[in-house]
């Protein structure tokens, strides 16, 4: 299985919106509405962000969004934050009953 | 809800790695829970290793599944992984999750394992 694919980097000022996407295939991404997504800052352990596609675990800001058209998911961030600077991973089940990792996005909030 | 992993944080190549991760706060006798493992090796993304559900249904990365054993101790909580054949791409952070289906909603902190000669 490949992993899904991150755009490596985005960036975006304080208040900005953006949109990070991942990438799969019909085999995964395209097969479950079983995407999710983390955030993790340099050295600590990925937080859960968005899962099932588009649900937040509570506790997790609203400035936190997600969809899925096709074998496209898509991660939007609205109203960055300097916290919001951090990597982001993608991930989905698959038809194969395992789980693929994207390969990261760097969000760099300038 | 937390989890631990513990283990060797050296090895060299060629050897094999086994990896514990301890956990409290939920049962892995409860229906729909699995506990996993994922690594990252240094300044890398994230990969997925294998994971065991509470019915002993096993789950494996394909391109892995001939060095990996996973297992669990339902008494002990705790969850086992051994990784044969050591080589140095090995060397990455080793992190247990839980699984609820269908996402890992709590990680554990990690452990660098590092192989070298």
């Known amino acids: 299985q490949s992993a899904l694919t991150q755009p490596a980097s985005v960036s975006g000022s304080p208040g900005q919106s953006i949109t990070i996407s991942c990438t799969g295939t019909?085999?995964?991404?395209?097969?479950?509405?079983?995407v999710s997504w983390y955030q993790q800052h340099p050295g600590k352990v990925p937080n859960l962000l968005i899962y099932?596609?588009?649900k937040r675990p509570s506790g997790v800001s609203n400035r936190f969004s997600a969809s899925k058209s096709g074998d496209t998911a898509s991660l939007t961030i609205s109203g960055l934050q300097a916290e919001d600077d951090a990597d982001y991973y993608c991930?989905?089940?698959?038809?194969?009953?395992?789980?693929?990792f994207g390969g990261g996005t760097r969000l760099t909030v300038l | 809800i937390t989890l631990k992993e513990s283990g060797p944080t050296l090895a060299r190549p060629k050897e094999s790695l086994t990896l514990t991760c301890t956990f409290s706060g939920f049962s892995l006798s409860t229906s729909g829970v699995g506990v996993g493992w994922i690594r990252q090796p240094p300044g890398k993304a994230l990969e997925w290793l294998a994971l065991?559900?509470?019915?002993?249904?096993?789950r494996y990365n394909p391109s892995l599944k001939r060095r990996l054993t996973i297992t669990k101790d339902t008494s002990k909580n705790q969850v086992v992984l051994t990784m044969t054949n050591l080589d140095p791409v090995d060397t990455a952070t080793y992190f247990c999750a839980r699984t609820i289906p269908m996402t890992w909603d709590h990680w554990g902190q990690g452990s660098l394992f590092t192989v070298s000669s």
């Open positions: 065991i559900y509470w019915n002993e249904d096993k």
């Open positions: 991930s989905s089940y698959t038809r194969s009953s395992t789980w693929v």
């Open positions: 019909s085999s995964d991404v395209g097969a479950f509405n079983y």
């Open positions: 099932d596609v588009n």
